[in-house]
């Protein structure tokens, strides 16, 4: 999933607080604290990870695959031309916050590894 997506799928996912808390600070979250607040449906260590995710993979696939289709599409709804709008919107915005002197400092902080100090400009 591309990253302009999130400010439509996140919010379904945690929720509106969680969702702002974590698009306003743009904090990384862990794998435990990522299944607490619902990004993921299980946690498996490294070693485990294929197994874990072939025994969800054959769960899904033990249902009727036409039941499967029906959820799907109930649970999706609208959530396509929902997400078409957000990345219209989303591109504007980023294109409007790439030629701000806070966008050339963000840039300039993370490759030399310093804080940033933004000015709203």
């Known amino acids: ?3 302009r ?8 996912a945690v ?3 969680n969702s702002r808390y974590l698009l306003y600070t743009g904090r990384r979250v862990r794998g435990d604290e990522a299944y607490t607040l619902g990004l993921v449906d299980r946690l498996a260590p490294a070693e ?12 899904i696939a033990g249902t009727a695959p036409l039941t499967l289709r029906s959820i799907r599409e109930t649970l999706r709804g ?3 031309d929902r997400v078409r709008a957000i990345i219209v919107r989303e591109k504007e ?6 030629n701000t002197a806070d966008h050339a400092e963000g840039i300039d902080a993370d490759l030399n590894r310093r ?3 933004f000015q709203a400009r």
């Open 93 to 98: 915005q980023q294109a409007l916050q790439r």
């Open 1 to 3: 999933m591309r990253a």
């Open 5 to 12: 997506e999130f400010s439509e799928t996140l919010p379904r």
């Open 78 to 80: 609208d959530f396509v």
């Open 115 to 117: 804080k940033p100090v």
């Open 48 to 59: 485990g990870l294929r197994a874990v995710a072939h025994e969800f993979a054959a769960e």
């Open 15 to 17: 929720g509106e607080r």
